[in-house]
Structures are given as C-alpha cells and as structure tokens.
Nanobody, 114 residues
C-alpha cells in the first residue's frame, strides 16, 4: 500500500523558516514527479511546488523565491524548505505525486502568526 507521511510543520512568526519532509513509498517515489500542496482554512487544496524525477522544479507564483523543493531519491523523501513565511502561508501542507492520484496523508500544519 502506498503511503505518504508528512512532518516538520509548526508555529512560526512571520519571516521565519521551516523544513517540511515527506516520506513516500519507494514504489512511487523513484518513478514520479512529486509535489507539495496546501489547504488553508475554508479554502480548496492548492498546488505549491513540483519536482521532476530529474530534479527540475516549478513553483506557484506566490511562493517563488521563498520556498525550495528538493528530493532525496535514495531516502524516498521529499522536502520543502519554506523561508520568509507570511501569515497567508498558514495551511496544512501535503505531498503527493503530480498530478495527485495517491491517497492523501495526514499533512503537516504550518501556522504563521506573531
């Protein structure tokens, strides 16, 4: 069974940083583009960043220059370095393949507040 387990969230002040991690089953990690998604309270889940198997990354405009996606294929782990956080980044962050076809994990909560 394919599993996705996110971690690394927390409460940070505006301008702060976090490093999110996603442990994924090997059967999907080595063969698929992976992405981070987020869902803010009262809003639909949205795509945040994507990385191909070859390491090419793409970001939504609102996080460009502040978020960095990376992957460690040997560890089957996806990362999202989130810097210069803003209150509007507050959301539950999820990982999945791109497009998202795997059952969602529990996500990791990121709260940006002073």
């Amino acid at each position: 069974q394919v599993q996705l387990v996110e971690s690394g969230g927390g409460l940070v002040q505006p301008g702060g940083s976090l490093r999110l991690s996603c442990a994924a089953s090997g059967s999907i990690f080595s063969n698929d583009a992976m992405g981070w998604y987020r869902q803010a309270p009262g809003k639909q889940r949205e795509w945040v960043a994507k990385i191909t198997t070859g390491g090419r990354s793409v970001y939504r405009d609102s996080v460009k220059g502040r978020f960095t996606i990376s992957r460690d294929n040997a560890k089957n782990t996806l990362y999202l370095q989130v810097d210069r956080l803003k209150p509007e980044d507050t959301a539950v962050y999820y990982c999945n393949v791109v497009p998202a076809t795997i059952s969602w994990g529990q996500g990791t909560q990121v709260t940006v507040s002073s």
